[in-house]
């Protein structure tokens, strides 16, 4: 049965991305909101072909006409799907700067909206991020995966901080999504299908004040274990270390008292 299901989601997946694909890339040139639609249809085919239904839960944490920054844990290839599919307001992805240099994909990924990050040294990757950040600020939430790649066992994993500079920058709210059962979907470093169910939750948005380095600490820390609250006990993993408390100087005047009491 499983290689049933994968022999026919493998073929569903080539014909709905050779499709779909040519149809919003030739569309991005007319409509901004097209290829998300053709986006939106191509998660939701490949889902069904493979046996897969996604509950969400949470979508009335979000302002319909709000801009953030969204942050999920990383199971495998679904969450791509379950997010395009069913997330329940548009956003856009960060892309390599490499791929918007091909010719006709790279237009149709600038008028769809994806968001170039240039990670060739450390000064053009600063550029590149001080743009994404504005291009947040004018109106475009963009999806992020902090754990940077796919967990090899479905556990959440450590998440690096260049999301999260990114959500500091942009000064919008970081929304914390928690994906569950997408790792039993298709196991990495396997082809074969398993039909199921993925959880999404979406928690409450999350303030991106302060761009300092201890700012940016607590945040990740907020939102990594916002996601692993909603998690089952085998993927929430390790906890995150809650960032030092900053250390208080006291001046006295001699009396034990300090000089403000």
């Not at 694909?21 to 030739?26: A, E, H, K, Q, Y």
């Not at 769809?112 to 291009?135: C, F, Q, V, W």
């Not at 959880?199 to 201890?214: E, F, Q, S, W, Y």
Request: glycine fraction near 8%.
């Amino acid at each position: 049965m499983k290689i049933a299901r994968s022999v026919f989601f493998y073929t569903i997946l080539v014909l709905s991305t050779t499709l779909l694909g040519t149809f919003s890339i030739l569309g991005s040139f007319v409509s901004r909101w097209w290829p998300a639609f053709m986006a939106r249809l191509w998660g939701r085919v490949n889902l069904w072909a493979a046996g897969v239904k996604v509950e969400v839960e949470g979508a009335r944490n979000l302002d319909p006409k709000g801009t953030y920054v969204l942050a999920s844990n990383h199971q495998g290839w679904f969450d791509i799907f379950a997010a395009l599919g069913y997330f329940p307001i548009p956003f856009s992805w960060l892309a390599k700067e490499e791929l918007f240099k091909i010719p006709i994909l790279g237009g149709a990924m600038r008028n769809t909206g994806y968001i170039p990050i240039d990670r060739s040294d450390h000064k053009k990757a600063l550029i590149s991020m001080n743009k994404a950040a504005e291009t947040i600020r004018e109106g475009t939430s963009v999806f992020i995966f902090p754990e940077g790649t796919r967990s090899p066992d479905g556990v959440i994993r450590e998440f690096k901080k260049g999301g999260f500079v990114l959500a500091a920058k942009s000064q919008q709210p970081i929304v914390p999504i928690s994906i569950s059962g997408s790792h039993r979907i298709l196991p990495k470093k396997s082809w074969l299908i398993q039909s199921g169910q993925i959880a999404m939750k979406i928690c409450k948005p999350v303030l991106a004040a302060g761009t300092d380095h201890k700012s940016r600490d607590l945040l990740l820390y907020t939102v990594r274990e916002a996601i692993r609250s909603n998690l089952s006990t085998e993927e929430a993993g390790e906890p995150t270390q809650p960032p030092p408390e900053p250390t208080v100087h006291a001046s006295t005047n001699g009396s034990g008292l300090s000089r403000n009491a």
